[in-house]
Nanobody, 124 residues
């Protein structure tokens, strides 16, 4: 059974940093494109970043403005989203997602596997 588990969220002051983790079980993440999404209260879900499975290229939404960085850890079967210079508008639940048909730049509904999400709260 495939499971994705996010962790690393929390409460941080504006300007602070967090590193979110997406750990996989029943799936070897390095063979999959992994997308990160977020959803703030009252807002639609939006894509944050994605790392490809082919050449591990990374892609970021414009609002990340160079503040976020993705990486893979093969040994731990995990993908990390390092978030720096956090802003109150980054407050949201963050999710990782993937599937065999999912690819960076593709529609989110191509992802069959989603984690439960991790809450990120940035205080001003």
């Amino acid at each position: 059974q495939v499971q994705l588990v996010e962790s690393g969220g929390g409460l941080v002051e504006a300007g602070g940093s967090l590193r979110l983790s997406c750990a996989g079980s029943g799936i070897t993440l390095e063979y999959y494109a992994i997308g990160w999404y977020r959803q703030a209260p009252g807002k639609e879900r939006e894509g944050v970043a994605c790392i490809s499975n082919s050449d591990h290229s990374t892609y970021y939404a414009d609002f990340t403005e160079g503040r976020f960085a993705l990486s893979r850890d093969r040994a731990k079967n995990a993908v990390y989203l390092q978030m720096n210079s956090l802003k109150p508008e980054d407050t949201a639940v963050y999710y990782c997602a993937t599937s065999t048909t999912y690819y960076c730049g593709g529609p989110a509904n191509f992802a069959d596997y989603w984690g439960q999400g991790t809450q990120v709260t940035v205080s001003s």
